[in-house]
């Protein structure tokens, strides 16, 4: 099941703008600074007209108001309004990792599923099992499990599920396929063709 509003947020705190979040940046009176839409770059920092570079990772809003109306003040526009509106958080993630490429945490934007999310971590291994991917998520403050099967949705057998903020995805590893690997690998040694009974 989807996990519940206080399961991805947790306890109400202030917000704190981070890396990839949108924001919507509106200077009162001053239509060509106003309704721009940036994106807080991988350092924390944004660009606006006329002040340049502003850092403003583990800023709320409003500090983030007040830091943009100080430089904007007296030389550039006279007693500033900015409002900042957040149009959408990337402190929302997800972790992945296990047999994917490039293990890591990621940020959900907008709305995910498991084929995106392990598409965002560059893919599967070559010893992944596509047919054992844990889905670890909280739901009502209780933790859960599903397996699925990447191969099976992939061919289109059920829908590719959602993943939601907080998710961990685990990718299995294919016992059977390394060790097959391994012994082809010492068999190349032999003079007789050699079968394996693969039983994983």
């Known amino acids: ?14 917000y704190q703008i981070g890396p990839y979040d949108e924001l919507t940046i509106d200077v009162f009176g001053v239509p060509e600074l106003s309704n721009r839409k940036v994106r807080v770059d991988a350092n924390g920092q944004i660009g606006f007209p006329l002040i340049g570079m502003v850092n403003v990772a583990g800023l709320s809003p409003e500090q983030v108001s007040t830091l943009i109306e100080g430089r904007l003040s007296g030389q ?14 990337a402190n929302r993630s997800v972790t992945v990792y296990g047999q994917v490429q490039q293990p890591g945490v990621y940020p959900v934007l907008g709305t995910s599923s498991l084929l995106k999310a392990v598409a965002s971590a560059r893919g599967l ?23 699925y099967d990447l191969r ?13 903020a907080n998710d961990t995805v685990v990718v299995g590893e294919s016992q059977a396929r390394r060790l097959f690997d391994d012994i082809v ?3 190349t040694v032999l003079v007789t063709p050699l079968t394996i009974l693969l039983r994983n």
């Open 76 to 89: 550039y526009v006279r007693d500033p309004e900015v409002t900042i509106a957040l149009e959408q958080s």
């Open 185 to 187: 690998g010492v068999a």
């Open 152 to 164: 099976g949705i992939s061919r289109g057998n059920y829908p590719d599920p959602p993943i939601y």
């Open 1 to 14: 099941p989807p996990p519940t509003q206080s399961d991805v947020y947790g306890a109400v705190t202030p």
């Open 125 to 147: 291994q070559e010893y992944a099992n596509s047919r054992d991917v844990v889905v670890l998520r909280t739901v009502n403050g209780q933790r859960m499990a599903t397996l």
